[in-house]
């Protein structure tokens, strides 16, 4: 039940970034930007655009990752604090990505 609205494409996109804004009843809405899927850039079959994991549960960043099929490594607990690469890089399936939470091991 999380009011928001879409920046961008929302057929067959991405969500490159997320903020809460506030709308114009003063009310906080998340605010969606999105990005082209790869069929709908031209892509390569392979390359993956790096989605937005910044706040998300590790739990859901796992899921992410995974359904993706890239190699990840995870560093502390908590919520995403960072992520390497960023949202809305090209990147492929053998490329590493560096995940750090709110509170390092």
């Known amino acids: 039940n999380i009011e928001?609205?879409?920046?961008?494409?929302?057929?067959?996109?991405?969500?490159?970034?997320?903020?809460?804004?506030?709308?114009?009843?003063?009310?906080?809405?998340?605010?969606?930007?999105?990005?082209?899927?790869?069929?709908?850039?031209?892509?390569?079959?392979?390359?993956?655009?790096?989605?937005?994991?910044?706040?998300?549960?590790i739990r859901s960043c796992i899921k992410v990752l995974s359904s993706l099929g890239v190699e990840y490594e995870i560093n502390g607990t908590g919520k995403i604090l960072t992520q390497n690469p960023q949202a809305g890089e090209l990147i492929n399936m053998n490329q590493p990505v560096l995940i750090n939470c709110s509170s390092s091991n």
């Open 4 to 57: 928001f609205e879409i920046e961008g494409l929302s057929k067959n996109s991405i969500v490159a970034d997320q903020k809460y804004v506030m709308d114009e009843d003063g009310n906080k809405i998340l605010k969606l930007v999105t990005k082209a899927a790869e069929k709908e850039s031209g892509l390569k079959e392979q390359d993956i655009i790096m989605p937005y994991l910044k706040g998300m549960s």
